[in-house]
Nanobody
Framework: QVQLVESGGGEVRTGGSLRLSCVVSESPFSLLAWRWFRQAPGKQREFIASINENRETKYADSVKGRFAVSRDSAKNTIYLQLNSLNHEDTAVYYC?????????WGQGTQVTVSS
C-alpha cells in the first residue's frame, strides 16, 4: 500500500523560501515519476514539478527558475524547494506518485505567502 506524507508547509513573506518534503512508503514497478501539484482556493489543481528515477526533472512555466525538485533515495523522500515566493504561490501543495496503473496522493501541506 503506497502512502505519501507531505510536510514543510507554512507561512512565509513575499520573496522568502520554503522546503517541502514528501516521504513515500514504497514505489511499484509501474512507477513513472514523482510529482508535485498545488491547488489554490477556487482554482483547479495544477502541475508544478516532476522527477523520475533517472532524476530527470520537469517544471511548470510558472515556477521555472524558482522551484527545484529533488529526491533522496535512501530516505524515500521527494523534496520541493520553493524560492522567490509570491502571493500567487499560496496554495495547498500535494505530493503524487505517478504510475502506469494509478496515481497516489498525499494529504497536502499548506503554503501561505504574505506581504
Amino acid at each position: 500500500q503506497v502512502q505519501l506524507v507531505e510536510s514543510g508547509g507554512g507561512e512565509v513573506r513575499t520573496g522568502g523560501s520554503l522546503r517541502l518534503s514528501c516521504v513515500v512508503s514504497e514505489s511499484p514497478f509501474s512507477l513513472l515519476a514523482w510529482r508535485w501539484f498545488r491547488q489554490a482556493p477556487g482554482k483547479q489543481r495544477e502541475f508544478i514539478a516532476s522527477i523520475n528515477e533517472n532524476r530527470e526533472t520537469k517544471y511548470a512555466d510558472s515556477v521555472k527558475g524558482r522551484f527545484a525538485v529533488s529526491r533522496d533515495s535512501a530516505k524515500n523522500t521527494i523534496y520541493l524547494q520553493l524560492n522567490s515566493l509570491n502571493h500567487e504561490d499560496t496554495a495547498v501543495y500535494y505530493c503524487n506518485e505517478f504510475t502506469r496503473l494509478r496515481d497516489y496522493w498525499g494529504q497536502g501541506t499548506q503554503v501561505t505567502v504574505s506581504s
